[in-house]
């Protein structure tokens, strides 16, 4: 009975993740702070936005762009959703000023666009699967921002030739993370 | 940083090499990374960025010089959309030859801070010929480094080129997946910096 609902959460955090699937790791790492409690609250944001975001894509296509068969407006809609969900974030989360100062994640909210495209390419089979697998989404980025910062502030004060230092090094590392992930995903196929 | 004396050529030769955005600022590394599994696929980017580049830079730079104001971010992120869905349409023959991913990608390009970069810092500042110079610049250095990247992917991964067979068993069949976009974008950095960075 909740061998699907499982099953969902983890294609979301292994398999379908842009992280992974569209191997954003550097990308991701770019917006990031090295300090691990900012990386945190920048990945926590993140993963809100994403999980709003994606729900909210994940309605345009099926109760709008699908029925109405407007494929070719649907990219432009996506992105004029952004401005409005920045600016619902900015007053949602005015209480807690260091989530709302990381707004938008990275460049355009760029990380919560990719998970809903690929949410959006690698539909589940309904609106409950999605959210899990939104939620598993938005819950590997959390968890691969903290680590990444993590790595990149271990990189930063390691013992390097000079032309590895900083990017070359870190994404060396990224390629070994992107590993590690494989594997994982290749123990739960 | 851009000198008003820097000739179009200057501006030109400098985008493409010593601040190629890629290796020297780390925009479209996501391009690097991920869209460069075949070399079709890095034409096909490389080629939608360039246009991309083109395209915000003669907003930019028209609308600079016709009004004196900078085109605000967002107005270009929905042309820019509004650009791609409409190339969509006659290019959906060419989705079907090329990776999975490249869908999602080409999507991405309109919120990817790389086909931004210029028309936000300088072609509303500039002339129209000077910001086209500048742009293709940029997108001709973006795309040389995706084909870069995608002629070792292609050769070493897959064993092939451009559909022939160079090696017939792929000598390191890992460089097809997504580590071998992160390891060589990770190795060209590496050469950069030893050229170019650790120069100046």
Same mark, same amino acid.
């Given at each position: ?16 993740? #842009? ?6 790791? #550097? ?32 309605? $345009? ?10 494929? =070719?407006?649907?990219? #432009?809609? $996506? $992105? ?14 005015? *209480?807690? *000023? ?5 707004? *938008? ?12 495209? =690929? ?28 680590? =990444? ?13 000079? *032309?590895?230092?900083?990017? #070359?090094?870190?994404? $060396? ?14 123990? =739960?196929? | 940083?851009?000198? &008003?004396?820097?000739? !179009?050529?200057?501006?030109?030769? !400098?985008? @493409?090499?010593?601040?190629? &955005?890629?290796?020297?600022? /780390? @925009? /479209? ?56 869905? /409409? ?25 990817? &801070? ?36 995608? @002629? ?20 390191? &069949? ?24 650790? !120069?100046?």
């Amino acid at each position: 009975m909740t061998a699907p609902l499982a099953l969902s959460f983890l294609t979301g955090l292994l398999a379908l993740n #842009p992280w992974i699937s569209l191997g954003l790791i #550097p990308t991701a790492a770019q917006g990031a702070s090295l300090n691990h409690r900012q990386a945190f609250y920048y990945g926590l944001l993140g993963a809100f936005t994403m999980l709003l975001y994606g729900l909210l894509a994940w309605l $345009l296509h099926f109760q709008i762009i699908a029925p109405l068969r407007m494929a =070719v407006f649907e990219l #432009p809609l $996506l $992105l004029l959703m952004m401005p409005g969900i920045n600016w619902a974030l900015a007053r949602l989360l005015k *209480p807690w *000023p260091r989530l709302e100062q990381n707004l *938008p994640v990275f460049h355009l909210n760029f990380p919560a666009l990719a998970a809903a495209l =690929v949410l959006l390419h690698n539909p589940p089979a309904t609106f409950g699967l999605m959210a899990l697998t939104l939620l598993g989404m938005s819950a590997s980025f959390l968890a691969s921002l903290v680590l =990444v910062s993590h790595l990149r502030a271990r990189l930063e004060t390691g013992l390097f030739h000079k *032309p590895l230092k900083g990017w #070359p090094s870190f994404l $060396l590392a990224s390629g070994i993370l992107w590993i590690a992930f494989q594997g994982l995903l290749m123990l =739960v196929r | 940083m851009r000198l &008003p004396s820097e000739s !179009k050529q200057q501006l030109f030769l !400098k985008n @493409l090499w010593s601040e190629n &955005p890629v290796m020297f600022s /780390g @925009l /479209g590394m996501f391009l690097a990374v991920a869209g460069t599994a075949t070399m079709d696929q890095a034409f096909f980017l490389g080629a939608i960025v360039l246009l991309l580049l083109l395209f915000n830079s003669l907003v930019s730079s028209a609308v600079g010089e016709l009004f004196q104001k900078k085109v605000p971010l967002w107005p270009q992120v929905i042309l820019s959309s509004i650009l791609l869905s /409409g190339l969509a349409v006659f290019l959906s023959g060419a989705f079907a030859s090329l990776p999975d991913n490249t869908r999602i990608l080409y999507a991405l390009l309109a919120a990817s &801070p790389l086909v931004y970069s210029r028309s936000q810092l300088l072609s509303y500042n500039t002339t129209i010929d000077r910001a086209l110079f500048d742009a293709a610049g940029t997108g001709v250095g973006t795309l040389a480094v995706l084909l870069a990247i995608a @002629l070792v992917r292609e050769m070493i991964g897959q064993g092939r080129l451009a559909g022939f067979s160079v090696f017939p068993p792929a000598p390191w &069949p890992l460089l097809n997946t997504l580590f071998g976009g992160i390891l060589l974008t990770g190795i060209l950095l590496t050469i950069f910096n030893l050229l170019v960075k650790n !120069k100046k």
